[in-house]
């Protein structure tokens, strides 16, 4: 522990300034949080935001390329396989060209691949398990030393930069930050004799996601949370249907059992995303909990489970320290729970022992600390913000009817984006660069596997996928430029923007890339199907590329549609169209309200769009915008039944006061004729009385159920014919 000591003196002789102590900035961070619970992920980003500001990065962000020390039984690498040289200078390099090694009958060929520039996948430093908590105090204690002499050096050069005193490139790294102000940024489980129903769409086939509503044909649940003075009230909403008709209908109250340590606040609750499964209703949340036993206040997700049916009836929950960032039930009966946890400020231990303040702790009778071993930290630290930010993924077993916790690992490093094939899951986080760590997962067990660090964002989990053996990624790499010369004085050179689209191998090694298309644009959307990749990006027009990931060394663009407007979210219609949902745009890039477009892709070297189907505001003076811009599971998308459906809400400024109106808007696509036809709306009238707007909707046979936290509308769904209405009292 003497080692440990002298760490703390020299930590205690740094001096913070007050501003942007660890304590203000913690209290900031907190009383953030308690005024942005009414959104699902709006703390987890504040806190993010703040943080970045003070120009602090995240300890862990860096893990291996290939695989992690001392695997886990679910990563085999094959030592006989030649490993494959990456570009990491930004020269041009190439893999073993044309090298073949044979192990057994097993016969692995590797071609020839040219990387031409500077954006291409490189190794990042390995993550390992912890042998002990004195190993994470230790690496949390150097991450908080470095976190105190970057302060220094930022306020060092930021003054040097305020007065317009000159300094080296390399000083340039700790120059305040400019404001970005300057640049203008600112499984269900269906009764045998149910009818076919809507679930929710799927990205990879057998992994299930959640969403907020499900149905199994019978029975239509829906989650709200309401905050009322002092408290939130979570409730789930259920009814019986028949026919266009409402049986019987409920609600309950959802407050979970507490565990035996820790005090859940109602007044800090929300359930965000639900499940219909293996006859149970299962509800994820976030909460706010006080540990008695060491009094200190924590953020926690929960799974909590009740039985499916007309009077539900509670089960059991699951707690799992952290922001709640997203979940996955994978093809076995397990569940994937993925947290952001960040531990108290460095400052605030008392030794390696205090591990309830660093350490993430899960249960569910009770929640204990995760053993050291089940910590992933990497070797060196990073630049740390002085507390450590960690992504924890919990499994659940739901095979057996009732939540059963499996395994828990924490690595170092906030999750960002989430996307999960059947076999792993995969984190991208960053923005200038992208960490993307792979996540075995099999019955349960949880074994980071590699990591590889590429140049971009990745904007949703859509922009990722693995299929044949591969990972493709694609991403936005941005450059604001912000100092050259105009003329003879200094200015702003303008923005730059540039896309990747890369092709990587299962230990995340790159095999190629594609970029320089859609230049000066972002990626909005994403849509891989197979060995193609439709990828829109936008400033002014939007154009659609159809990219051939056939050979991965050697990705090519196929054909470029430009048309007004761009999509948010791309999904497969049928094996020749492509539906995209998103906003419309005039000639100028001004955007005027939503847009339906069918894209036609049967023919990858001359897409065309077959149809497309726009809503705009009607004057200067009124606007409108759909939820299913920005969250695409609000957009009901049926190539079955042949509809589409998407809410849409209106506002219009008159004499000084604004009018609120919304409504769920109903398409049907005639593929003969290849239009949109509207078929109805279902009106939810003036929103000035009402709180709240339709947000999802799903059909059970011939008849489509429109949701609010207030309704849920039956109609005919050929004609969008109201038949009945159920009504769920607020509070």
Not at 51 to 76: E, F, T, Y
Not at 246 to 261: C, L
Not at 447 to 467: H, L, N, R, W
């Amino acid at each position: 522990m003497n080692e440990e000591k002298d760490i703390k003196d020299i930590l205690n002789e740094k001096k913070v300034p007050e501003e942007i102590s660890p304590e203000n900035i913690k209290t900031m961070l907190d009383e953030q949080t308690a005024a942005d619970t009414k959104r699902k992920g709006i703390s987890q980003t504040a806190k993010m935001a703040i943080s970045s500001a003070a120009c602090l990065l995240i300890i862990g962000g860096a893990v291996a390329a290939g695989a992690i020390a001392n695997p886990g039984r679910n990563v085999k690498p094959d030592m006989n396989e030649p490993a494959a040289t990456t570009a990491s200078s930004g020269e041009t390099t190439t893999t073993a060209a044309e090298e073949t090694t044979a192990s057994g009958s097993v016969t692995t060929t590797r071609t020839e691949v040219t990387k031409t520039d500077k954006k291409a996948a490189k190794s990042t430093s390995y993550l390992t398990a912890a042998k002990d908590y004195s190993e994470v105090y230790e690496i949390f204690s150097k991450s908080f030393g470095e976190y105190m002499d970057d302060l220094s050096r930022q306020r060092k050069y930021g003054a040097l930069q305020e007065n317009g005193i000159e300094y080296t490139d390399e000083e340039a790294d700790y120059a305040a930050p400019e404001s970005s102000a300057v640049n203008g940024v600112g499984g269900s489980t269906a009764a045998a004799d149910a009818p076919d129903y809507y679930d929710t769409y799927n990205q990879e086939e057998g992994v299930l996601e959640a969403d907020i509503c499900k149905t199994d044909g019978r029975f239509i649940y829906y989650i709200t949370t309401e905050y009322v003075p002092d408290k939130t009230i979570c409730k789930l909403n259920y009814a019986e249907v028949e026919n266009g008709n409402f049986i019987n209908s409920g609600s309950i109250d959802i407050f979970p059992e507490m565990p035996e340590n820790v005090e859940l606040l109602q007044s800090a609750m929300s359930i965000d995303d639900m499940y219909l499964y293996n006859g149970m209703v299962i509800m994820v949340g976030t909460a706010y909990g006080v540990n008695e036993a060491v009094g200190y206040s924590q953020t926690m997700s929960f799974v909590t489970a009740y039985t499916a049916g007309g009077e539900p009836e509670y089960i059991g929950t699951y707690f799992q320290d952290g922001w709640y960032s997203d979940v996955r039930i994978a093809p076995d009966g397990y569940m994937y729970l993925c947290t952001n946890y960040s531990s108290d400020y460095f400052e605030s231990l008392d030794d390696d022992e205090d591990i309830e303040h660093y350490i993430p702790s899960c249960g569910c009778e009770s929640v204990n600390c995760l053993p050291a071993e089940e910590i992933f930290m990497p070797e060196e630290p990073d630049q740390g913000y002085g507390f450590i930010n960690y992504t924890v993924i919990g499994s659940i077993d739901l095979n057996n009817g009732y939540v059963e916790n499996v395994q828990t690992k924490a690595m170092a490093g906030f999750s960002g984006n989430i996307y999960m094939s059947q076999d792993n899951i995969y984190l991208a986080k960053g923005y200038d660069e992208t960490t993307v760590t792979r996540v075995a997962v099999s019955g349960g067990n949880i074994e980071p596997a590699c990591s590889a660090t590429i140049s971009g964002y990745v904007k949703d989990q859509f922009s990722m996928s693995e299929y044949d053996g591969c990972f493709r990624v694609a991403t936005t790499v941005e450059d604001w430029n912000k100092y050259g010369i105009v003329g003879d004085a200094f200015g702003i050179n303008g923005y730059t923007a540039d896309n990747y689209v890369y092709v990587l191998d299962l230990d995340l090694t790159e095999l190629g890339h594609i970029h320089d298309f859609g230049r000066d644009e972002t990626i909005k959307s994403v849509n891989f199907r197979g060995d193609m990749a439709y990828v829109v990006t936008y400033e002014q027009t939007d154009p659609l590329f159809a990219i051939d990931l056939s050979d991965p060394a050697s990705p090519e663009i196929l054909d470029e549609l430009k048309i007004n407007g761009y999509s948010t979210y791309m999904q497969k219609w049928s094996d020749d169209l492509l539906l995209g949902f998103g906003v419309n745009a005039d000639d100028n890039g001004f955007e005027t309200g939503i847009k339906v477009t069918m894209f036609d892709n049967s023919d990858p070297t001359d897409l065309k769009a077959a149809a497309t189907y726009t809503l705009d505001r009607s004057d200067d003076y009124s606007w409108l915008y759909s939820e299913g811009v920005w969250d695409r599971k609000a957009v009901m998308i049926a190539p079955e039944k042949e509809i589409v459906g998407f809410p849409i809400n209106y506002s219009r400024i008159n004499d000084d006061d604004w009018e609120y109106r919304f409504e769920y808007d109903f398409l049907r696509y005639d593929e003969q004729s290849q239009e949109f036809v509207p078929i109805g709306a279902i009106d939810g009238g003036d929103q000035n009385e009402s709180s709240s707007s339709f947000r999802r909707a799903v059909y059970v046979g011939d008849y489509v159920y429109v949701l609010s936290g207030e309704t849920f509308i039956a109609a005919d769904l050929d004609t969008i014919t109201q038949t009945d209405i159920a009504y769920f009292p607020a509070g």
